[in-house]
């Protein structure tokens, strides 16, 4: 049910995008850069379900309740008939744990189509920008665990996800910028529920404009 869900929705999406490439506003697009971005973020997790399944099966109890990951990007900005200052591109992110004393790692990896808009222009002379961002695509997740009797297991999740925020971004000279992210992610690759990566997220990120 929850891989149709997500069929639909894609569907849907290149639907509207069809009817909006070839709408008369379509003229009026005008490309103004192009944004580049990377940086570290600290996630908050929720892995109960996950470390219970680790408890049951070799008696080792550990929580994570957050965790560093890395992310990177391009975003497009341009203006669109009365659409203005808004920006669509990708993203990737990728984070991972791994037990202290069990030779056990989960990680998951987003592929994302993000969609921001600079908030920052309607409040007059305010230094940099401040951006509402969102973005949805596909979490992989991938489960390693070296502590079966038989041999080492590599199992693979994929699902659908999302995330939103707030972002603070200030330039460092005409084409660099440093910034941060705060916002929810939501991410279940697992179609049980037992592995589930949502939680709040926070980022440091640096930029370059081209």
């Known amino acids: 049910m929850q891989k149709k869900i997500f069929l639909t929705t894609i569907l849907l999406i290149l639907f509207s995008s069809i009817i909006l490439l070839n709408s008369q506003e379509v003229k009026a697009f005008q490309p103004l850069y192009l944004d580049l ?11 109960e379900s996950f470390e219970k399944w680790v408890y049951e099966e070799y008696g080792v109890e550990e929580t994570f309740r957050g965790e560093v990951g890395f992310f990177a990007g391009a ?7 009365p659409l ?8 990737i992110d990728r984070m991972a744990i791994s037990y202290s004393d ?5 990680s998951s990896m987003g592929l994302l189509i993000s969609l921001t808009y600079n908030l920052s222009k309607a409040l ?8 509402l961002a969102g973005a949805g695509g596909v979490y992989l ?5 070296g502590e079966i009797d038989f041999g080492r297991i590599e ?8 995330k939103v925020g707030l972002e603070i971004s200030m330039p460092l000279g005409d084409r660099y910028s440093v910034g941060g992210r705060a916002g929810y992610r939501y991410s279940q ?15 440091i990120k640096f930029g370059i404009n081209l």
């Open 75 to 81: 975003r497009q900005w341009f203006e669109l008939g």
């Open 102 to 106: 069990l030779d056990i790692s989960l």
């Open 124 to 131: 007059g002379d305010f230094p940099g920008e401040i951006l």
């Open 155 to 162: 199992e693979n999740y994929i699902g659908p996800g999302f």
């Open 189 to 203: 690759p697992h179609s049980e529920g037992d592995i589930e990566f949502s939680g709040l997220e926070f980022d």
């Open 37 to 47: 971005y990377f940086g570290a973020k600290f996630q908050s997790l929720n892995l």
């Open 84 to 91: 203005k200052n808004i920006a669509i591109g990708g993203e």
């Open 141 to 145: 997740a991938r489960l390693v665990d």
